[in-house]
């Protein structure tokens, strides 16, 4: 089975390198054999937040759009994972949840069509075995820097 | 101390056979002795969502159905816990964790005795020892299907 | 390094009694070697929410009265820590994940913020090796009791 870096790579997607909290707090933790991903936002390469991946689902931008920060928070997520686990992806056994939280207008409920952004991109980076989890998908009041779309994860890891 | 499924049975419950998700992810993953619980909906056992389970708490519908929507969450938690265990939940050594995410309407702040329909449901079938869990309670914008309540959970189960 | 407790009297913190949860669940729940805790409000010690805790941020409260209620959730949470390990701080090795649910008033973005109240407590309770967390921080439509902040955990701790 080719590796989470080959698909990536075959997906055409080079992992940023992700920001630092500017708080007391840090991108991911190990414990207990698990990794937990701190919340990721739709931040872009350069660290800021397009005006297409901010504002609330059904008012402010759309479905595709939704997809888009969705699956953009989970290639944060993965930039996230590999520097938490010294740069080696081949350590993550699977995805064990990912958390998606959604900056909903009123009677947007097409929350789970938005998250699939990010669950298709997990499965598509870590195969279908390992890239198939858990999750829930809820739509929130508002989001740090108005951003459409956080999510958060947890990953099973290999002991070191 | 009588079994869950005896439990389940006394309470007059038939567990579904519970819904496959129509995306990237699973109703429940296994890792690290834990079992985590996809965030579940109050659907029916047709799959379907009564319109007495639908909108927002305060606005839509009141306290005691909301207990009900909540209870319903709570049992379909179990049935996809079930189907993860291969249909044994005699595997469950306790619940760990319930989060309960409730379509509250303004001023609505009566949150925690909507999620006790969650939270009672799980102490009787689990029983007083297995059944105690921690949990958290927030009231949400949006839900998918504009469901009045989700739930997700985390049990700890006995090794295979 | 000074213990979580020297730490706390420098800080001219006492751990209040925390509240017993009045439904079938648990402050805190113990398994996989990680410690689950319930969402706490910024309760006070006499077990009462100050109205200045209260509301929505950004409408009701601002920014500083935000990190003052994050904070003693906070605080709460260490007290529920404490008591699940039977007074023994010292068992904690290390905070793992903190979940900050924000009561968040029309276009308020400034959730992070607010939430660096929580993460500073735990950073400063626990110093800087044991205190450094993931989190995720959102902003939701309505809490209990009307709170201004509600904030969970997972710590992982030594086996007994």
Do not use: W
Not at 50 to 65: C, I, S, V, W
Not at 88 to 93: E, K, V
Not at 100 to 108: D, H, L, R, V, Y
């Amino acid at each position: 089975m080719p590796s989470i870096e080959t698909r990536l790579k075959d997906m055409g997607i080079d992992l940023p390198a992700p920001p630092t909290p500017l708080a007391n707090y840090v991108p991911a933790v190990i414990a207990g054999g698990l990794l937990f991903v701190s919340g990721q936002l739709p931040l872009g390469r350069d660290g800021s937040l397009a005006p297409g991946h901010r504002g609330k689902l059904g008012q402010d931008l759309f479905n595709e759009a939704g997809q888009e920060a969705a699956r953009l928070c989970a290639v944060n997520v993965l930039a996230q994972a590999k520097l938490a686990l010294d740069g080696d992806l081949s350590r993550i056994r699977r995805c064990v949840r990912l958390g998606g939280f959604i900056n909903a207008g009123p009677k947007f409920h097409a929350l789970p069509a938005v998250m699939n952004g990010a669950s298709d991109l997990i499965a598509a980076a870590l195969g279908p075995q390992k890239g198939r989890h858990a999750r829930t998908t809820v739509g929130v009041a508002e989001l740090p820097l108005d951003a459409a779309v956080e999510i958060e994860a947890i990953f099973e890891i290999e002991p070191e």
